[in-house]
């Protein structure tokens, strides 16, 4: 029997609080009333990054914006969609994000990959959909990023209305609510991919919804 789709109903859902396994991993947190922002140093060990990477080299492609994003910038980079590889080593580091975050596959999208040279940038922009954008899958909820590549200058990812910025670091993991407890979207959320001065960043991203398959949680 195949499992009924169904909603977190993001209004009133555990998606807005930290995963049930936050408390378990020694977090440093970035606390700020508007928005909850986490990073976890070491998420992904070097040679798990370095694998990713290089899976992810003769695939990218010019990263696109979606309409919902142009009246807010735009972005230089290159992305790899690592789904279409069918491979059991990605849907590994799937599965970690998944077990870390407490929410099961079916509610979030496929990992992608983001490179970013030289003057490369990612301008002030949401994660998440306007309401009247929002698509079957529903709202975005957690936005999950890890580092692949140290990168020698530049290239931090700065929450603009929070004056916030995270530095790249080998295997971090930047994590954050795109919404508020309401279930509306927070604007403090926009951030902007600065640009790369010195070395290359690359970067995986998974976005969690709040619709899916099945139960939600793992």
């Given at each position: ?21 936050f408390p378990k991993l ?109 698509s079957k899958g529903g ?80």
């Amino acid at each position: 029997m195949s499992e009924k789709k169904a909603s977190l109903s993001y209004k009133k859902s555990a998606a807005l609080v930290p995963g049930k396994n936050f408390p378990k991993l020694k977090l440093n947190v970035v606390e700020k009333n508007q928005i909850q922002l986490y990073s976890i140093d070491n998420f992904l060990s070097p040679a798990e990054c370095e694998q990713i990477v290089v899976l992810s080299q003769p695939r990218f492609e010019y990263s696109t914006t979606e309409g919902y994003l142009e009246d807010l910038g735009f972005r230089t980079s290159k992305t790899c969609h690592l789904y279409k590889l069918d491979n059991p080593f990605i849907k590994s580091i799937e599965g970690k994000i998944a077990k870390c975050m407490g929410i099961r596959l079916p509610y979030s999208e496929d990992i992608q990959v983001q490179k970013y040279e030289i003057q490369e940038e990612y301008k002030a922009h949401r994660d998440y959909f306007k309401l009247t954008d929002v698509s079957k899958g529903g709202q975005r909820t957690w936005t999950f990023m890890v580092y692949l590549t140290e990168v020698a200058k530049g290239g931090g990812t700065k929450f603009v209305d929070l004056d916030v910025t995270i530095s790249p670091k080998l295997g971090r993991a930047v994590i954050w609510n795109n919404l508020h407890a309401t279930g509306e979207p927070n604007r403090s959320t926009v951030h902007q991919g600065l640009p790369v001065e010195e070395g290359t960043k690359i970067i995986i991203t998974k976005w969690f919804r709040d619709r899916g398959v099945g139960r939600a949680w793992c």
